[in-house]
């Protein structure tokens, strides 16, 4: 049966990325550039939700729990009004998973009501299967009601254009032939032409904290709200640097400020 489950987490995680390319086509020429030709391993995918029932985080992780994953660690985003979860999986090849989910009690009214449509909009029973995670969205809002949420939170604005999906891919650069640094992956990116999260800085984190994030800037890409046409953020691609917290293990967690600043990573101006 394990065995099953990590056959089964391998298949989800293709149709994952053949779905994410769609929306982040961008991604796909940076895994060519960095690859050249090797093998790329994923640090971790990140998923966007909201705190209510049927999608809230504990009910998502449910697919990855049957696919062999298990809960390693717990994160609180205050401003961004967020709390995150990641999942790690016994196979080292299988990315870890990182899930947040809005607040959405701690919301103004609009924004609520406009959330709770959405939600209320989603067939229950399609919750129940894997590919829920790549079905996009389930609703239909207007360009209006788009702009009313980036007000309040840029977090349920892109929720509310894309849905279910991987929100980032990340990559493992300790497992990248040919860079031994986060650094140098970034000057390479920049060499061709990509634009970069300056958040925070270029480098989120440091090896003191075992962990270096960067990540591109999310690509622009047309969304058809219900009312019109309009060119907004889509999704991104990471970048990881991992640390040994002893010798011969690497820290396998998250550091809550640098995570803060990847979110930034879909906003439209920096």
Excluded at 51 to 60: E, F, K, Q, R, T
Aim: aromatic content about 14%; some cysteine; charged content about 20%.
């Amino acid at each position: 049966m394990k065995q099953t489950n990590t056959t089964a987490a391998y298949q989800f995680f293709d149709a994952l990325w053949a779905d994410y390319i769609k929306r982040t086509p961008s991604a796909a020429k940076v895994h060519n550039v960095l690859a050249e030709g090797q093998t790329i391993v994923n640090d971790h995918v990140a998923f966007r939700t909201f705190n209510i029932a049927p999608v809230n985080l504990d009910v998502l992780a449910k697919h990855f729990v049957k696919m062999g994953y298990f809960a390693n660690g717990d994160y609180h985003f205050a401003e961004k009004k967020l709390r995150a979860k990641h999942f790690e999986h016994a196979d080292p090849k299988l990315p870890k998973i990182f899930i947040s989910e809005l607040l959405v009690e701690e919301f103004s009214s609009e924004l609520q009501e406009i959330v709770h449509a959405m939600v209320n909009s989603i067939d229950t029973n399609k919750v129940l299967e894997p590919e829920f995670l790549y079905s996009g969205t389930h609703w239909h809002v207007t360009y209006e009601q788009y702009q009313l949420l980036l007000e309040e939170s840029e977090y349920a604005a892109w929720m509310s254009a894309f849905g279910f999906c991987a929100n980032h891919f990340t990559v493992s650069v300790n497992e990248l032939p040919g860079f031994s640094s986060l650094e140098s992956v970034n000057e390479r990116l920049k060499e061709v032409g990509f634009t970069l999260n300056s958040s925070g800085g270029e480098i989120k984190g440091s090896p003191a904290v075992f962990l270096e994030q960067s990540s591109t800037m999310a690509d622009q890409i047309k969304v058809n709200f219900s009312d019109r046409v309009a060119i907004i953020p889509s999704c991104f691609y990471e970048f990881a640097k991992r640390y040994e917290i002893t010798e011969g293990e690497l820290y396998t967690g998250f550091v809550a400020a640098s995570a803060d600043k990847i979110f930034e990573s879909t906003n439209a101006k920096q």
